[in-house]
């Protein structure tokens, strides 16, 4: 699965549960065979927003876990309970 490539200077995120490593859609319910990226990827206009939403939604739920990527689809970073974001 690869990360949507979206308008520049957005991010998006994709959760999974951070003991199994199951991928999650945008409900935090676990991902069945057929999915459409639109439930999956979470898109931001920013870093910091990106980032402010991770850290809240670690806080309420400490077995998420979150990966970053950049407009080109590019990974750049996990985040979880261990992160300080």
Not at 28 to 55: C, G, H, P, Q, T
């Given at each position: 699965m690869n990360a949507p490539?979206?308008?520049?200077g957005h991010f998006s995120i994709l959760a999974v549960e951070y003991e199994t490593?199951?991928?999650l859609n945008k409900q935090f319910k676990r991902l069945n065979i057929s999915f459409d990226?639109?439930?999956?990827?979470?898109?931001?206009?920013d870093r910091f927003s990106a980032l402010e939403f991770m850290k809240e939604r670690i806080g309420t739920n400490n077995s998420l876990e979150f990966s970053l990527f950049n407009a080109n689809g590019d990974f750049?970073?996990?985040y979880n309970k261990e992160t300080n974001i």
């Amino acid at each position: 699965m690869n990360a949507p490539i979206i308008e520049i200077g957005h991010f998006s995120i994709l959760a999974v549960e951070y003991e199994t490593g199951i991928l999650l859609n945008k409900q935090f319910k676990r991902l069945n065979i057929s999915f459409d990226n639109n439930n999956v990827y979470w898109i931001f206009k920013d870093r910091f927003s990106a980032l402010e939403f991770m850290k809240e939604r670690i806080g309420t739920n400490n077995s998420l876990e979150f990966s970053l990527f950049n407009a080109n689809g590019d990974f750049i970073s996990i985040y979880n309970k261990e992160t300080n974001i």
